[in-house]
T-cell receptor, first 111, second 115 residues
């Protein structure tokens, strides 16, 4: 059983479209991180959300942390082919110095 | 300069062989990790070292043996390779404490194929 469920698992859209991907759990988190992994590379941190209801923007990417800190969403406006990649949410369980990752959303933006 | 570098990037070998993957970070981080990414892209922690000491050892077969000669290096040795070991192995590092302690910097991955 995944602690972090991401949806959709796969998403293929045309350049210019908007999209939202989700990261859900039944657990409450002190913070959540979002990473993007491009083909042949390791994941790279996009953002960390900490406060319930928090909204953070990174250019065309908007991240939201749920009020109850159990879920998060990533909205991309006017997607571009360069946004193609695997989007992963992650949390750090308790005091353990590690990250547990979600199941991932594979996004493909077609030109 | 690559922050977290791992070698080799690709490794193709026969079942039963022993192989190693090396990892080095030049970020001055105290904590290093090995993660395994399977064919479904799921990333799972294998080991974590803090200042050369093992702090996390998930349910991993004892054919996998990490070794940290100093806090900038964490190598992974795998004995008696099996088909199911085929995956991409990622090395990562993070600061030992304080703000950003759980923010990981990953290497580019080492794709292991066992035939």
């Amino acid at each position: 059983t995944q602690l972090l469920e991401q949806s959709p698992q796969f998403l293929s859209i045309q350049e210019g479209e908007n999209l939202t991907v989700y990261c859900n759990s039944s657990s409450v988190f002190s913070s959540l991180q979002w990473y993007r992994q491009e083909p042949g590379e390791g994941p790279v941190l996009l953002v960390t959300v900490v406060t319930g209801g928090e909204v953070k923007k990174l250019k065309r990417l908007t991240f939201q942390f749920g009020d109850a800190r159990k879920d998060s969403s990533l909205h991309i406006t006017a997607a571009q082919p360069g946004d193609t990649g695997l989007y992963l949410c992650a949390f750090s369980p308790g005091s353990a110095r590690q990250l547990t990752f979600g199941s991932g959303t594979q996004l493909t933006v077609l030109p | 300069d690559t922050a977290v570098s791992q070698t080799p990037k690709y490794l193709v070998t026969q079942m039963g062989n022993d192989k190693s993957i090396k990892c080095e970070q030049n970020l001055g981080h105290d904590t290093m990790y090995w993660y395994k990414q399977d064919s479904k892209k799921f990333l799972k922690i294998m080991f974590s070292y803090n200042n050369k000491e093992l702090i996390i050892n998930e349910t991993v077969p004892n054919r996998f043996s990490p070794k940290s000669p100093d806090k900038a290096h964490l190598n992974l040795h795998i004995n008696s390779l099996e088909l199911g070991d085929s995956a991409v192995y990622f090395c990562a590092s993070s600061r030992g404490g304080g703000a950003g302690a759980n923010v990981l910097t990953f290497g580019a991955g080492s794709r292991l194929t066992v035939l």
